[in-house]
């Protein structure tokens, strides 16, 4: 699997953050499918996060149309969720987001009412600073 031109930006990002990355990638097998997500962590330390235990999935948004790669991480999500559910249902996904892209897509009404209507969660990472800027819930 070819790895987001951000992995090691958002991956960086989260132990920056207090978070123990436990597998990079994450398998998760569901039925006869195996998807891997690219980040597991746990935080073990913050108080109001200890023992929290998230996968990410990271999206670089560089592709020539970003509605397009909006509609393709949201597939993916969904996708990701639900076999995680079935998997560790313990564990909450977030989808990966640079804060370009946040700002010019996510905050657009169409895209805060799709990540409402399936209650996205959201990591937003500076790229260039690796560290996180936002989390949605």
Same mark, same amino acid.
């Given at each position: 699997?070819? =790895?987001?031109?951000?992995?090691?930006? &958002?991956r960086? !990002?989260?132990?920056?953050?207090?978070?123990? $990355?436990?597998?990079? @990638?994450? *398998? $998760? =097998?569901?039925?006869?499918?195996?998807?891997?997500?690219?980040?597991? !962590?746990?935080?073990?330390? #913050?108080?109001?996060?200890?023992? %929290? /235990?998230?996968? &990410?999935?990271? /999206?670089?948004?560089?592709?020539p149309?970003?509605?397009?790669?909006?509609?393709?991480?949201?597939g %993916?999500?969904? +996708?990701?969720?639900? #076999?995680?559910?079935?998997?560790?249902? +313990?564990?909450?996904?977030?989808?990966?987001? @640079?804060?370009?892209?946040?700002?010019? &897509?996510?905050?657009? @009404?169409? #895209? =805060?009412? *799709?990540?409402?209507q399936?209650? &996205? =969660?959201?990591?937003?990472?500076? @790229?260039?600073?690796?560290?996180? /800027?936002?989390? +949605?819930?």
């Amino acid at each position: 699997m070819a =790895r987001d031109r951000f992995h090691g930006a &958002v991956r960086r !990002a989260l132990e920056k953050d207090g978070w123990l $990355v436990t597998a990079d @990638p994450y *398998i $998760v =097998r569901f039925d006869r499918t195996t998807v891997e997500i690219d980040l597991a !962590a746990e935080q073990l330390l #913050a108080a109001e996060r200890a023992g %929290q /235990k998230i996968a &990410v999935e990271v /999206k670089s948004f560089l592709g020539p149309s970003r509605m397009y790669d909006f509609h393709l991480a949201l597939g %993916q999500f969904l +996708t990701y969720r639900l #076999a995680i559910s079935q998997h560790d249902p +313990t564990r909450l996904l977030y989808l990966a987001i @640079p804060l370009d892209a946040y700002e010019q &897509v996510f905050l657009g @009404p169409m #895209a =805060r009412h *799709i990540t409402g209507q399936y209650h &996205v =969660r959201l990591l937003v990472f500076d @790229p260039i600073e690796e560290d996180i /800027k936002v989390w +949605t819930e």
